[in-house]
């Protein structure tokens, strides 16, 4: 469709057209719900809070918005593949390299990883007996960060240049010789910002996990999630550094003519070494929280205590160091040579061990237990054969010679699929059911669960199953279509009709949230039978948690306390806990880093000053308040 | 061995899918049986591991299941098992390792190399360049073809790798895997005894607008028929 624009008349696709209508009328609707319902104080409450249980909600909702958005990307994308020469909508070259990158890097960064941040924030410090993460506000910075960054990238789509070179983002294809318009200066710009926020959380869970557990609450005693959560905060800060330096040099090969990924003086393999050097503990960072949250789920479900817990941590630990020496494997095909292709096949096959190790304790775990198939227990269930299904085709992929005719095919799609969304999806929504009355005091609809369970899982499978088998037909992905003659036509119109299934399963999340909320009743603080301190607290858990604060004596301490009888026992005198304020301080900051960005992309240097300069104001006005004089006058503490 | 790995190479993709054809599976030259065997060993070996898993898991479930009967009964704690734990430790490791020695001898003999490490007299070079979105085939006495490879049957093939502009990748499934062909730096990929056929050629590494169709023919022929096409 062409709109006249200042005189001129711009060429705007028609799937741009309908995405701007949409937002407008849900944009319409949500305002008018907020007016009527007044519901202003709740959001400006929101935005200013430093809450952790506040914090966490917001990632999670966010996290579900991006997933629609991301999860229609790839209806979208199924659409366009279910039968050969198709010719969906608008989505053929161009739109389908945007489509699949915008379905990648969203799904990456601002679906797992925000859900996955957000449970941590939820259930972290309940878990280990904070009162709040240890920078409540670094906390809203981070967060404020992310959504910035995640407005940015899906402000490209709606100005019609959306990223297209893949969530790789490879060079030269990269650079602004072959992708010169602004689309992948949004990806670098909006990644940039967002990672900012993800490496501020990852010191303050650090930190949080380190200074504030409850007294007693030794390394040796603490629970799974928090564990792996501990891991992958290690992994994050070095990983995110790594992808923020690759991004800084693309920037400048983009925007000011340097050449490290191309031309004589730079090399297209050097950024494939930063982006994987990253990437594949990237892939950890999203396994390894949803390990934790099985292994307290099915602890939980079983009656039991975890089966091996210095085993099941030390393979943590392993995965985590492991996961810094494989990333080679990605690039069996760039002709590194025989020796390391070796390495890195070696390397790969030994984080099976780990990994299996995992799998046989979460088994052993339910051997001799009461095993109660609930939402999040069936999640978990559902997990284990998923997930070592996408483990087993890892194996067969780190076979590097074998792995030169799976790499870039569909069996790689079906590949990490089956691993991201076996675990780390399936975690999330295992987590979500799990945690949610500690958010809301309300526990979700089983029935509708289970509906939502099976969909999710027949679907997936439909999906993700022939994907195998068209891959080594020869099916290569990023590609958006195919020929009759490739004889792909039935297994790819499965995968099509199996993603309906799993789009349809979230029909039933919106179901039961509508009902739990219309109908569901108030739980009290242990609606699971639940093993550890966050069943101790409120539901939902209130802003002045642990007071008084209990005393751990053994892993599992509110359990061995029902158990036996007794009550927890607790103490006043404790470590003094992070103060919490209301601030829009870090609403700003955000906001001020997405203008700048926002210059930089368009070259607009003025504004990127103006963004640049107020975030640095800001920076200077945060290092000269000092939130503990005021809460000492108030409360007439003396701090330490 | 080999025919027993043929065999559930067969049946397991076959009544998986009566009817296509999967073309990594039916290696058409050397290169690629070897790698189809390792597809197809590896596969073999994990099936282990999976069903091992599956078994157990429904057992667990099935077994341990709440029901009326134990709804209120407290199971005993174990902390652990020694001898279990380490049982899952190094059957792993035992099996990883049976899947090494293969790896890393089809790995050590396949890996693309720069052009100094080939040494084979009798090979065929052809130099492969690759260009947004096509690719041009440069044979031994300078005659050029653009999306159609010929080949002579039974040799040993050695394709010299160098694109003009981004990185693509080169692959007929059919005869081996992939090599990625980038600027700026020639990549060496053999291919060896390629059988009689026309095979597809495609490129496999995301290159821009057009990735999707640069794809490429590739035909082997007798030694004669290659001699003729050659001067023709
Ligand atoms: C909801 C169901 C989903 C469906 C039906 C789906 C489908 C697909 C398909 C067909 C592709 C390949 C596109 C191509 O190569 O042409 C793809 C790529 C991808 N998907 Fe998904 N996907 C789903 C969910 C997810 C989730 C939950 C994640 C991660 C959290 C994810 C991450 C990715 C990534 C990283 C890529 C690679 C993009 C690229 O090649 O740059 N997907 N998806
Ligand atoms: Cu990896
Ligand atoms: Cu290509």
């Given amino acids: ?640 | 061995m080999k025919n027993i790995l043929i065999r559930i190479r067969l049946l397991v993709f076959a009544c998986l899918l009566t009817g296509c054809d999967i073309s990594v599976l039916d290696p058409q030259s050397k290169t690629a049986d070897n790698q189809a065997f390792l597809i197809s060993f590896s596969f073999a070996l994990m099936m282990i591991v999976l069903i091992i898993v599956f078994l157990l898991m429904t057992r667990f479930v099935w077994k341990y299941r709440e029901t009326e009967h134990n709804k209120n009964t407290i199971p005993k704690d174990i902390k652990g098992n020694k001898k279990l734990e380490l049982t899952w430790t190094i059957l792993p490791i035992l099996l990883l390792t049976v899947l090494a020695v293969p790896t890393i001898a089809v790995t050590y003999n396949q890996s693309a190399t720069t052009p100094k490490a080939t040494t084979q007299d009798d090979a065929i070079h052809i130099d492969v360049t690759a260009q947004q979105f096509f690719w041009t085939f440069t044979y031994g006495n300078g005659k050029e073809s653009t999306n159609e490879l010929v080949i002579p049957e039974n040799k040993s093939i050695v394709f010299h790798l160098k694109s003009t502009d981004v990185i693509h990748s080169f692959w007929i499934p059919s005869l081996g895997g992939k090599t990625d062909v980038l600027p700026e730096k020639e990549l060496v990929y053999k291919i060896d005894n390629p059988k009689k056929g026309t095979y597809d050629g495609k490129c496999a590494e995301f290159c821009g607008v057009n990735h999707t169709k640069m794809r490429f023919t590739a035909r082997v022929v007798s030694e004669e028929t290659y001699q003729k096409w050659l001067t023709k």
């Fill in chain 1, 1 to 640: 469709m062409t709109i006249p624009f200042f005189g001129k008349s711009i060429f705007v696709p028609s799937d741009i057209i309908a995405a701007w209508i949409l937002s407008i009328v849900l944009g319409a609707i949500l305002f008018i719900y907020v007016m009527n319902k007044r519901k202003w104080p709740l959001i400006w409450e929101y935005m200013r809070t430093t809450n952790h249980r506040k914090i966490g909600t917001m990632y999670i909702l966010f996290g579900v918005i991006f997933f629609l958005r991301a999860g229609t990307d790839a209806l979208l994308i199924r659409l366009q593949l279910a039968q050969p020469h198709a010719a969906f909508w608008v989505f053929q070259q161009e739109k389908y390299n945007e489509l699949f990158t915008t379905h990648g890097t969203m799904m990456i960064f601002f679906v797992a990883m925000p859900l996955l941040i957000g449970l941590m924030n939820v259930a972290v410090p309940l878990q280990i007996g904070a009162r709040d993460l240890a920078f409540p506000f670094l906390n809203a910075v981070s967060f404020w960060l992310f959504l910035a960054g995640a407005i940015l990238f899906n402000m490209s789509f709606f100005f019609n240049s959306a990223p297209n070179a893949g969530w790789t983002g490879y060079a030269p294809l990269s650079t602004d010789t072959f992708t010169p318009s602004v689309g992948n200066d949004y990806f670098v710009f909006s990644l940039q910002v967002s990672g900012l926020g993800t490496i501020f959380t990852a010191i303050n869970m650090i930190v949080t996990i380190v200074r504030h557990r409850a007294p007693g609450m030794r390394l040796t005693r603490m629970p799974l999630f928090s564990w792996a959560t501990l891991i992958t905060s290690f992994l994050i800060l070095i990983a995110f550094s790594v992808l923020s330096m690759g991004l800084y040099l693309l920037m400048f090969d983009r925007m000011f003519g340097t050449g490290f990924f191309s031309g004589d003086t730079g090399n297209p393999v050097y950024w494939q070494h930063l982006f994987w050097i990253f990437g594949h503990p990237e892939v950890y960072i999203l396994a390894l929280p949803a390990f934790g949250i099985f292994s307290d789920i099915i602890s939980t479900f079983s009656k039991k205590r975890i089966f091996g817990y210095p085993a099941m941590v030390l393979s943590i630990i392993l995965i985590g160091f492991l996961g810094f020496m494989v990333w080679a494997h990605h690039m069996f095909t760039v002709g590194l040579g025989p020796m390391a292709n070796t390495f890195f096949a070696i390397t790969t096959m030994l984080i099976a061990v780990p990994t299996g190790i995992k799998v046989f304790n979460w088994l052993f775990t339910m051997r001799g237990g009461v095993v109660k198939i609930t939402t999040p227990m069936l999640f978990a269930l559902g997990f284990i054969p998923t997930f070592v299904m996408g483990g087993v085709t890892g194996v067969m992929l780190s076979v590097a010679a074998a792995n030169f005719q799976y790499h870039d095919t569909h069996f790689v799609v079906a590949h990490f699929h089956y691993t991201i969304i076996g675990s780390t999806i399936l975690g999330i929504f295992a987590g979500i059911y799990f945690w949610y009355p500690k958010v809301t005091g309300k526990v979700l609809d089983e029935k509708l669960g289970k509906w939502h369970f099976w969909l999710f899982i027949i679907g997936f499978h439909l999906t993700f199953l022939p994907m195998h088998v068209t891959g080594l037909q020869g099916m290569p992905r990023r590609v958006y279509t195919y020929q009759w003659g490739d004889d792909l036509f039935a297994l790819n119109l499965t995968s099509t009709i199996g993603a309906f299934l799993m789009g349809s399963s979230m029909l039933f999340v919106g179901w039961n949230l509508y009902k739990t909320h219309k109908h569901g009743k108030k739980v009290g603080n242990d609606p699971w039978d639940g093993r550890t301190l966050e069943w101790t607290v409120q539901s939902p858990s209130q802003e002045n948690t642990f007071e008084p604060m209990p005393i751990v004596k053994e892993m599992d301490p509110f359990w061995y306390a029902k158990v036996s009888g007794e009550k927890l026992r607790t103490t006043n005198n404790t470590r003094p806990a992070p103060i919490s304020v209301n601030t829009i301080l870090p609403f700003c900051i955000a906001f001020s880093l997405s203008i700048m960005s926002l210059g930089m992309i368009y070259t607009w240097y003025l504004l990127a000053v103006l963004g640049g300069a107020s975030a640095f104001l800001l920076f200077i006005v945060r290092s000269l308040t000092d939130e503990r004089k005021a809460y000492d006058l108030k409360e007439g503490h003396s701090n330490e």
